[in-house]
């Protein structure tokens, strides 16, 4: 077989990437009418899912021609044609094994089809769904996931903070000494280092929290500060207080597994700079747990969405405890009634421009890609934008732990001056919440 490829693309591919079809090189792209037809029953609604649909339909209808059903459309140099495929008959292997005729049934009749009519290319499916995809392998037809927007290495998720051994005690004591940082080329350091990474530094008599600043392209010491009540328990928590504090970080991604405390310290890093930013911005995307919908209820838009955001008041609550009756209590209250700290759901984002704003987006792991380019394209001057979640703990049915919009937004930033990430792997929530994390 030549080099070329036909897919032929699952429904749920285009609800994940509207702009899919640019990512197939110079192979042939099929689309069954079925999936169309699917397409049709999202197009209502206000949900990143119905946008995609609709997108997707306007860039079919800028490329339609008469050959889209019969000689394909052209897609542009260096690029395959784009087929819609009808076949008319149920194809009668397919029907021994699955006499359904359901819409996944149905598109594994056009693979069958397209297979068939081009015995000498490949003709692979592309699909999310795992279930399809050992249905069209148990048929002997070949089938991928949707790769493009995957993270490839996601060990940075789950490995406890950088340790550096050996490093000369009094370059640690000078490094203790000086606020400023010590130049980075002081430091015979064997590893690379990212850009506003954090990591431990060890000598045979002394140990330091350190950061790599690559503003001034120097190693600044990390100290163990307290914002608005809340004091790092470790060395990844106050490590993840370094990003969130520094203003010249725009954009910082928090990873850890349940009772890290990444919502926790998002919020109080925002709470001890509110008088740096006009507005804080509490967010989080509305997804049940095992996608049961609370059905109706009562009130206007805030009560609506209020048991969605109880994590995120739950965490407010923690602070509220912690500050008691001080200055912070009084200014934390006084945010609250005059709208500067606003906890809302994600989908109110879309569309706005945020300026000054030090915006927190919650559980991100639920996140596509292509979401989470929506919102941080959303921030003006002087805004910072924080997006906290655990990959492991992923509620969307067609995303994992390399194809959400958390890992993907850390992968492709990462090395850039104004992003920091900061993993959280021990749990500080309670005794019983990190013994659940670990066996479970």
Not at 233 to 250: H, S, T
């Given at each position: 077989m030549?080099?070329?490829?036909n ?25 069954p009418?079925?999936?169309?037809e ?11 899912i ?24 052209d ?33 594994l ?12 290319v ?17 048929l ?6 949707y ?8 060990d ?25 940082g ?10 690379h ?14 140990t ?36 969130l ?8 991604g ?36 095992s996608?049961?919908?609370l ?33 912070d209590?009084?200014?934390l ?15 109110y ?21 292509h ?11 002087d ?14 049915p ?11 937004m ?19 929530r309670?005794?019983?919440?990190e ?6």
């Amino acid at each position: 077989m030549g080099t070329k490829k036909n897919f032929i693309l699952d429904t749920n591919v285009i609800l994940h990437d509207y702009k899919c079809l640019d990512n197939f090189e110079e192979n042939d792209i099929y689309i069954p009418f079925i999936v169309l037809e699917e397409l049709d029953k999202f197009k209502k609604g206000n949900e990143q899912i119905n946008f995609n649909a609709r997108a997707f339909v306007r860039e079919l209808d800028d490329i339609t021609e008469n050959g889209l059903f019969e000689g394909g459309a052209d897609l542009g140099i260096g690029r395959g044609k784009l087929y819609i495929k009808n076949m008319s008959d149920y194809n009668k292997e397919i029907e021994k094994s699955f006499p359904d005729k359901k819409p996944d049934n149905r598109i594994l009749s056009v693979v069958l089809g397209v297979a068939t009519e081009n015995p000498d290319v490949k003709s692979i499916l592309v699909t999310k769904d795992i279930n399809l995809r050992m249905k069209a392998r148990s048929l002997g037809l070949l089938v991928e996931d949707y790769i493009t927007d995957k993270v490839v290495n996601i060990d940075a998720f789950s490995e406890e903070e950088l340790e550096i051994e050996g490093v000369d005690a009094d370059l640690i004591d000078k490094l203790y000494n000086t606020p400023n940082g010590i130049d980075i080329d002081e430091f015979a350091f064997d590893v690379h280092l990212e850009p506003n990474q954090c990591f431990v530094l060890k000598s045979h008599r002394n140990t330091i929290l350190a950061r790599y600043n690559p503003f001034i392209l120097k190693v600044v010491k990390v100290d163990k500060k307290s914002n608005f009540g809340i004091t790092p328990r470790n060395a990844e928590q106050a490590f993840a207080f370094e990003v969130l504090n520094d203003p010249q970080i725009k954009l910082v991604g928090l990873t850890g597994k349940a009772g890290t405390g990444k919502t926790l310290l998002a919020l109080a890093s925002a709470l001890s700079q509110h008088n740096e930013y006009s507005q804080i911005l509490l967010a989080r995307p509305i997804v049940s747990l095992s996608n049961k919908d609370l059905g109706f209820l009562p009130g206007d838009e805030k009560a609506k969405i209020g048991p969605y955001m109880q994590p995120l008041f739950d965490n407010l609550n923690v602070i509220k405890t912690q500050i008691g009756s001080s200055k912070d209590a009084s200014a934390l209250e006084e945010m609250q009634k005059s709208g500067k700290l606003e906890i809302e759901a994600l989908a109110y984002i879309r569309g706005r421009s945020l300026t000054n704003t030090y915006v927190i987006v919650d559980e991100a792991q639920n996140l596509t890609p292509h979401e989470i380019k929506t919102i941080i394209t959303r921030a003006g001057e002087d805004t910072k934008m924080v997006f906290t979640g655990d990959i492991q703990q992923i509620d969307s049915p067609y995303l994992d732990a390399q194809s959400n919009g958390l890992s993907y937004m850390i992968d492709k930033m990462k090395g850039e001056k104004i992003f920091g990430h900061a993993n959280l792997v021990k749990g500080e929530r309670s005794e019983l919440s990190e013994l659940a994390s670990d066996l479970l």
